[in-house]
């Protein structure tokens, strides 16, 4: 999942490259992106550091339910995403 912290100017360049990434992640691997959040509001951070340049991303990877190789094969989908763009 990609969270975007819509707290701040130009938080719509870090969601459009969110978005751009997760869909081009969905193509190499359907099912692999849980998507873009936005977060905001009351008790939320809501920046993320991502005021300091349009292309900071934050990227949660798996859970508890993942085994360590399955976050390291989405890491490898990831830097191919990137790198596709």
Do not use: C, T
């Not at 969601?15 to 359907?30: D, T, Y």
């Amino acid at each position: 999942m990609f969270i975007v912290g819509g707290e701040h100017e130009g938080f719509e360049k870090n969601k459009a490259l969110a978005e751009a990434l997760s869909k081009q992640l969905e193509r190499q691997v359907p099912g692999i992106s849980r998507g873009v959040l936005v977060k905001k509001g009351r008790g939320v951070d809501g920046i993320y550091n991502q005021d300091l340049h349009p292309a900071s991303l934050l990227i949660e990877l798996g859970g508890i339910e993942n085994q360590p190789h399955e976050v390291e094969a989405a890491i490898e989908q990831i830097a191919l995403a990137i790198d596709n763009l």
